[in-house]
């Protein structure tokens, strides 16, 4: 099976190259615009990773990172979150959350699709699947 992949952005341009990036490759490719919907196709559809902007409408990338993990079914899921602020402790504040790895904007859509296939391994071997 594909692995599958949910992509929570609120921002139409990023979430079109993000999918334009990901898309060549061999996966199933969720959308989710905001927070809670994105929290809710989680739990739904049970992907295989997570790649999140940190910053969105109606419950932020920080909440939702928060409340998966302390879901049994969400403690090995790999979550990438995404975020533009480039303050000093912003990354410590992402991994804190609960994400795996923290990856700034603009996206660098050369290195992304590497980072998501060694995140996908390392969530495979992890959860034991
Ligand atoms: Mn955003």
């Known amino acids: 099976m594909k692995p599958k992949i949910l992509l929570v952005e609120d921002n139409p341009l990023n979430m079109r190259l993000m999918e334009m990036t990901l898309g060549a490759q061999n996966y199933d490719l969720l ?3 905001d927070g809670q919907q994105g ?65 700034s904007k603009p996206i660098n859509t050369r290195e992304l699709p590497a980072k998501i296939a060694e995140l996908l391994a390392k969530g495979k071997n992890e959860s034991g699947r």
């Not at 504040?93 to 795996?100: I, S």
């Open 31 to 33: 959308k989710a615009t």
């Open 39 to 103: 929290f809710d196709m989680a739990v739904k559809e049970r992907p295989d990773l997570i790649l999140m902007d940190m910053n969105l409408p109606v419950m932020s990338g920080f909440e939702v990172a928060k409340k998966l993990r302390e879901l049994p079914d969400f403690r090995n899921t790999p979550i990438a979150g995404i975020t533009a602020l480039a303050m000093k402790g912003d990354m410590e504040k992402v991994l804190e959350a609960g994400c795996d790895v923290y990856i």
